[in-house]
């Protein structure tokens, strides 16, 4: 596994350097946001690590560029900043996931491991996967139905695909925040349920048949009936 770690505290980033290269992987270092996204532009990760608060361009930008340029790129971002809002920030900028500061560095392993696995899980899918007239191509990253096409944001995008390798079964909310969210992510909050009516709205709400469907105490389930 090779991991680009975008970290400006330069005490911390030889701390996580030795932890990771001690489980056998490779490891890249920028010590800034342009470093960051020349490495990233650059070289193939499995992984890339952000830290937010970088000089020349902040963590939430660089991810949205890298997302931009690679799309299937996983990002983790690590970071001091903790409320809800700021991983909203992070996770609209396209983040997989997101780690405050301080952490455990085994939790960091295991979740760059997650990532690394998930990304190779999707790596395996077909091109484009269909539900009734809604199509997703996963290497364009682009979603269509009845031929129109549908602008989602990156965190949207990566909840319709889950939903859509799962088409036919309920998945709880539990599913969604281990699997599209964060690995601890606070299911007591409805952010979950608030991304589901953003798209809702988007595949749903202008065609026929729905397609999203809420089944009460237990999750959500795309299928076509």
């Not at 361009?57 to 970071?79: V, W, Y």
């Not at 920030?89 to 979740?111: C, H, M, T």
């Amino acid at each position: 596994m090779k991991i680009l770690l975008v970290e400006d505290e330069v005490s911390l980033a030889s701390f996580i350097r030795k932890g990771v290269e001690s489980e056998g992987y490779e490891i890249d270092l920028a010590y800034d946001g342009l470093m960051g996204q020349r490495l990233a532009s650059n070289n193939p990760y499995d992984v890339i690590v952000l830290d937010v608060n970088l000089p020349h361009i902040n963590g939430f930008d660089l991810c949205r560029h890298i997302k931009q340029e690679s799309p299937g790129q996983a990002i983790l971002m690590l970071t001091a900043l903790d409320s809800l809002t700021d991983k909203e920030s992070g996770f609209g900028a396209g983040a997989d996931d997101y780690l405050v500061k301080p952490f455990e560095f085994r939790e960091l392993i295991l979740r760059i491991k997650a990532l690394a696995r998930r990304t190779s899980d999707f790596a395996g899918l077909k091109t484009v996967l269909r539900v009734a007239d809604l199509a997703l191509d996963t290497k364009a990253h682009s979603v269509t139905r009845a031929g129109r096409r549908i602008d989602l944001t990156a965190r949207e995008y990566a909840l319709l695909e889950y939903l859509m390798i799962n088409q036919g079964r309920t998945v709880s909310r539990v599913d969604i925040a281990e699997k599209v969210w964060d690995l601890h992510f606070d299911t007591n909050t409805n952010v979950i349920d608030v991304y589901i009516n953003y798209l809702r709205k988007k595949i749903d709400k202008e065609f026929s048949p729905k397609l999203l469907h809420t089944i009460v105490g237990m999750g959500y389930v795309l299928r076509d009936s």
